[in-house]
């Protein structure tokens, strides 16, 4: 049986990728892939959790969290295509249509 800590610090790692890969890149769709994957290092700490404390509570959450990060993958997709269409670039830099 693997140990409850082993998850604990697979969730953390892949949290901390997410962190960097989200503070560090400028193109909008790596900082969305970074976002999912911030998002499945919390799934699988939840998971780890419900299973070691016998509640379905966990469990339940995460499927809450995957139906969220669908939504924003599907409108984060949608909103770089439509960038990329106005103006040929996905950077962040570039993009200041929204400034107010």
């Given at each position: ?8 610090a697979?969730a953390i ?7 960097c ?6 193109n909008?769709?790596?900082m969305?892939l970074s976002?999912e ?11 780890a ?8 509570r966990?469990?339940?959450?995460t ?7 669908a ?8 909103i ?5 269409r106005?103006?040929?670039s996905v950077h ?9």
């Amino acid at each position: 049986m693997i140990p409850l800590s082993w998850y604990m610090a697979l969730a953390i790692i892949l949290f901390c990728i997410g962190v960097c890969g989200f503070l560090t890149r400028r193109n909008v769709i790596i900082m969305f892939l970074s976002l999912e994957l911030m998002l499945n290092g919390v799934n699988l700490n939840l998971v780890a959790l419900s299973h070691y404390l016998d509640s379905v509570r966990g469990q339940a959450f995460t499927f809450f969290i995957i139906t969220v990060a669908a939504a924003e993958a599907a409108i984060g997709l949608g909103i770089a295509i439509a960038l990329y269409r106005t103006r040929r670039s996905v950077h962040v830099d570039t993009l200041n249509q929204l400034k107010g």
